[in-house]
């Protein structure tokens, strides 16, 4: 047998093992297909067959989860990432590996790696521990970047999972509920509403609310039957298993575990060890029905037993749940000294992962004054057997701060300035702040409110709101002096009289940042960014409930460029206070840069709903709900907008108007348009494209093809008021309405439209894909491919069609063009022939890249992408308007 057999037989082999690996999912042998996955991971690599081996580590990884072992489902993860985005590393385990494939492994595969990565560390660590944040932020990216769109409905269940351990069960109850409502667009882990529905069911048990837990678990089990539902055996098993938890609290009778499995094995579905995690859930409503039968002790005796198995460091998540369950049970057994005590550890273990929801199921357990129930709810039951006759709570509360919390007053914890009777110490910084307006030009005026403030000492402050205003009002004064280093002496000073006050501290630590950062400040090296976050960190652990300290937290992170621990403290600083707008407006940016439009939307209708009467807030709310297409909740922010305003908002009946036309409310529109008017823009091209829209949608194409005409008279390079993406949706708003209307194609007007449009980099999508879905002939094997360009551009550049604000300097850019082809050089054509009804001067092809395919379907460009002077790093990501 000759070497090339060899391989054959190899790789024969090592498929029959992956597809015995498979046929043990199905039997719910997890343990045994995860053993398998491994050994065929390991001989794969040890005889250089690369596709075998990362097929084997990723079935193992994410059957690992089955097994409670997070650490293994962490450590495939890391280790596939590195070799499927790190072509040097494949070819170590396999130089001659087949690009094609390997290729299309990296395509569906690469998110997913992320997504399991996540889940890991969230299972490892808790889900709103250090660095989760980050880990979804980095998986939407490469949902992003890889194409797979799909993948970000996954992201969305991890992110769920962090508002629930951030103790934000209003917004995972709402990520939940939004993919129940989903019924398309799902990745390679299929239909996913069934989970989705499993979730919100045991959200509705926390809140005390049994008879809504059924509900929803009712529904998760139906969904579960859907086609598109992968491996509904061991799915359904986990809904069983949750919806036997309802049952034993609602007093209904129990699951029959042998009857669950098509074989009807007896006592349990799988044989032990096989899948420990289903084992664990059986253990946990064991004990359940033993607390709901007054046998707390027996209760005590398996939970123990579990809680033995189980690290805490490397299965947090789940052993948050099982302490829980072993306190509540200790407490109903009369066993509250050792309660407390286990309790204890607990407490450590959830401050550390900033478990929020288990420190508030803690510290309700604990009250005394709270009755005792075996499953440690943040509200009372409201039917069952453990049923409280006093609630009457028609809908979830929203969660107060733990019993800990200090009454802090607002203005120290927001920064919403509260109207109340000034100290005489305060009227006196407010005084030298007055001086302080008037005399900063003046060098000799300004040293002497220097030294004043210099003078005060921390001994003269009588509590914190003294020392928290004096330390604010200072930093305004030191970053416009020249003695940054005298303030940071001085501040100091707080630090010793407020050592256990973190508000002050927090505000010491914004002013350090603030000396930092002041021009000709030596302290750099001392308040180093690692000096200034162990500073908010210490904060943040003396008092996990004030809001202005996370929201401070939040802002520092922002500042230096880590977005995942500034979501982190934003979400609690929000979670405490629903009013707070400048938490609700600095996580809602986060949510939209990190394409999670409707998460930054619905943070922005929580604060609003909730009271906040913030006309910002409101203009925000309404551009948000215009990008998600909600166009009914867009004119009801607007209306709160001009509420709560006490001018004439400039821009809100524009947006006013955009919402208005893509709901036929087209005499509305004109209407808002005409109010817009009013306010004098120095150029009228968003007025006058929307006046075209509104005219055809009305019918009027006479009157549509005059402001056609006037929009055609533009020159885009005046119309600097409009962003990218806001010159992106008008354009797209009536080449719509023109492809739509009666308007001949070949018409003088729209062939200009059309190509200023495309010469711009403005043409939509469908403007492309709508030619190549009309053809008839046969549709040949295509990849998609994306091609680099770069445009060499003439001294007529800044007069031409395609010129936009800002670009008049431009002697060349580059383009991207994505296009269907049959190969490189015809990818290459096309998109050349598309850039050169963009731009005069010499085109050239810098790169092409395939990204993915072979696909049956019609050639042809069918994305239009960004354009920059530089490089992609100079791109400017333009918001909407």
């Known amino acids: 047998m000759d070497e090339s057999q060899d391989v054959e037989e190899l790789d024969k082999q090592l498929e029959q093992m992956l597809e015995k690996a498979d046929q043990l999912i199905d039997e719910c042998h997890f343990r045994s297909s995860a053993q398998l996955s491994a050994e065929t991971a390991r001989l794969a690599r040890s005889n250089g067959r690369l596709l075998p081996y990362i097929y084997g580590r990723f079935h193992q990884m994410w059957k690992a989860q089955y097994l409670l072992d997070f650490a293994t489902e962490k450590e495939c993860a890391i280790e596939l990432i590195a070799v499927v985005e790190d072509e ?69 269940e991890y992110a769920s999972d962090c508002y629930y351990s951030a103790d934000d069960l209003l917004m995972a109850r709402n990520q939940c509920e939004a993919l129940v409502a989903r019924e398309t667009g799902w990745s ?40 598109g539902v992968h491996y509904k055996m061991h799915c359904r098993m986990r809904i069983l298993s949750i919806m036997d938890t309802i049952h034993i609290l609602a007093g209904l009778e129990r699951i029959n575990w042998s009857a669950a499995h098509p074989r009807g094995l007896p006592v349990n579905p799988v044989p ?20 709901c039968g007054g046998e707390a002790e027996k209760a005590i005796n398996i939970l123990t037993e579990w809680d033995r198995k189980l690290d805490p460091g490397k299965s947090a998540h789940v052993w948050f749940e099982l302490r829980l369950r072993l306190v ?32 508030r199921r803690l510290s309700r357990l604990l009250d005394e004054s709270v009755p005792a129930e075996p499953l440690a709810t943040v509200e009372p039951f409201l039917s069952g057997l453990f049923a409280d006759p006093s609630a009457a709570h028609a809908e979830p509360t929203p969660a107060p701060a733990t019993a800990s919390t200090p009454t802090v007053p607002a203005e120290a914890e927001t920064s919403e300035p509260q109207e109340r009777e000034q100290t005489e110490f305060q009227a006196m910084l407010m005084e030298l702040m007055n001086e302080f307006v008037t005399a900063h030009e003046e060098p000799e005026e300004l040293e002497k409110v220097v030294q004043q403030f210099l003078a005060i000492q921390a001994s003269q402050t009588d509590g914190y709101e003294d020392a928290a205003m004096a330390i604010h009002l200072a930093t305004i004064v030191a970053v416009n002096s020249k003695r940054v280093n005298d303030f940071w002496v001085w501040a100091r000073q707080f630090e010793t009289q407020y050592a256990d006050e973190p508000s002050v501290l927090s505000m010491v630590a914004v002013m350090a940042q603030n000396l930092r950062d002041a021009p000709d400040s030596s302290l750099a090296q001392e308040l180093s960014d690692d000096e200034l976050m162990r500073r908010h960190q210490l904060i943040l652990s003396m008092d996990r409930d004030r809001v202005g300290n996370h929201l401070r937290a939040g802002n520092f992170y922002l500042d230096i460029g880590n977005e995942g621990e500034a ?57 948000m709900a215009l990008l998600v297409g909600q166009f009914e909740a867009a004119l009801s922010y607007a209306d709160l907008a001009e509420k709560f305003s006490e001018e004439d908002f400039t821009w809100l009946n524009y947006y006013r108007s955009i919402a208005q036309i893509e709901l036929g409310r087209q005499a509305d529109a004109l209407a808002s348009i005409e109010l817009e008017a009013g306010h004098q823009h120095e150029n009228s091209l968003h007025l006058d494209i929307l006046r075209a829209c509104a005219h055809v949608d009305s019918g009027n194409l006479n009157e549509g ?177």
């Open 328 to 359: 509540a049970a200790m407490i109903l057994a009369d066993r509250r000294p050792q309660a407390t005590r286990v309790a204890e550890q607990l407490k450590q273990h959830a401050e550390k992962a900033s478990d929020y929801l288990t420190l």
């Open 705 to 881: 093809q005059q402001w056609l005409a006037k929009v055609n008279q533009h020159r885009l390079t005046q119309a600097d008021q409009l962003t990218f993406n806001a010159l992106c949706r008008l354009f797209d708003m009536l080449w719509r309405r023109l492809a739509e209307s009666a308007l001949p194609a070949n018409h003088a007007e729209r062939i200009q439209f059309e190509s200023t449009m495309v010469a711009a980099g403005l043409a939509p999508d469908e403007f492309f894909t709508r030619d190549l879905t009309n053809r008839e002939e046969d549709e040949p094997d295509v990849h998609c491919f994306v091609v680099l360009l770069r445009q060499e551009l003439n001294e007529d550049w800044k007069d031409s069609r395609g010129c936009l604000a800002g670009q008049e300097h431009w002697e060349s850019y580059l383009a991207q063009w994505t296009v269907l082809a049959e190969d490189e050089e015809d990818a290459g054509e096309r998109a050349k022939d598309w850039q050169q009804k963009c731009a005069g001067g010499l085109c050239e092809i810098l790169q092409i890249d395939i990204e993915s395919g072979p696909y049956r379907d019609s050639p042809g460009v069918v994305v239009q992408g960004m354009r920059w002077a530089m490089g992609p790093e100079e791109a400017e990501d333009g918001e909407e308007d």
């Open 188 to 227: 390679d882990r299929g239909d996913r509403r069934y989970f989705a529905a499993s979730k919100v069911a045991r959200i509705h048990l926390l809140e005390g609310r049994v008879e809504k837990a059924l509900e929803s678990i009712q529904q998760a089990l139906k969904l579960i039957d859907i086609e």
């Open 88 to 156: 040097d590393r494949a070819r170590a385990i396999q130089p001659d590996f087949s690009v094609p494939h390997f290729e299309h492994a990296q395509h569906w595969m690469t998110a997913c790696l992320y997504e399991n990565l996540a889940d890991a560390t969230g299972m490892a660590n808790g889900y709103n521990s250090d660095g989760m944040h980050q880990c979804i932020s980095d998986g939407l990216q490469v949902c992003r970047r890889t194409g797979k769109l799909q993948c970000i409905a996954c992201f969305r």
């Open 567 to 623: 979501e982190r403290c934003l979400a609690r600083a929000f979670r405490l206070d629903r009013t707070c707008s400048p938490a609700a407006s600095q996580l809602s940016n986060i949510y939209r840069h990190t394409d999670r439009p409707r998460d930054a939307l619905e943070v922005l209708d929580i604060c609003l709903r909730e009271g906040a009467e913030d006309p910002d807030l409101a203009m925000e709310a309404t551009t």
């Open 272 to 291: 032990e060890g096989e899948w420990p995690e289903l084992e664990m859930f059986i253990a946990l409503n064991d004990a359940l029905e033993a607390c």
